[in-house]
């Protein structure tokens, strides 16, 4: 639990206690996610343009004048083979990031509407003259917005 939730000791129940943990949790998945999706995006890229440099060098500016020798050249190292493995195989880490990614995202955002719409049933009483509070402190720490819906 998150020290600031526990700070507020008896006036917060610890249901909106663990709601609020949760949209913690959920928010640092989200950005989790997105990190590996951007470092391993940047990875293929680089990877690809780096092989089909290689590629062009090796196979296709030597022998550009016959498509066949081309194709015997690059069918006959196996290497070639498995740069282009490794590319597919980087391209598809980086769909499975990104799908992880939006669901995430998802989810984040809905439970964080959610809260939004329940907030009046979450804070009773004096803790919801001091909601800014806390949506400050949500906002500062982790970035999320609980004043509005929309992203």
């Not at 081309?70 to 190292?77: C, D, I, L, Q, Y």
Request: overall charge positive.
């Amino acid at each position: 639990m998150e020290p600031f939730l526990v700070a507020f000791g008896e006036d917060m129940d610890q249901t909106t206690k663990q709601v609020l943990q949760n949209l913690i949790n959920r928010k640092l998945k989200y950005n989790r996610y997105k990190n590996m999706h951007f470092t391993f995006l940047t990875i293929a890229i680089l990877f690809c343009f780096l092989s089909f440099y290689f590629i062009y060098k090796t196979a296709i500016e030597p022998y550009n004048y016959s498509v066949l020798d081309m194709v015997s050249v690059f069918t006959g190292k196996s290497y070639f083979l498995l740069l282009i493995f490794i590319g597919f195989t980087l391209l598809g880490s980086v769909k499975i990031f990104f799908e992880k990614k939006e669901k995430s995202e998802k989810e984040y955002n809905d439970l964080r509407c959610e809260v939004i719409d329940k907030c009046g049933d979450l804070l009773p009483g004096n803790l919801w003259n001091e909601r800014h509070k806390i949506f400050e402190y949500m906002k500062k720490k982790y970035n999320i917005n609980l004043y509005h819906q929309s992203k």
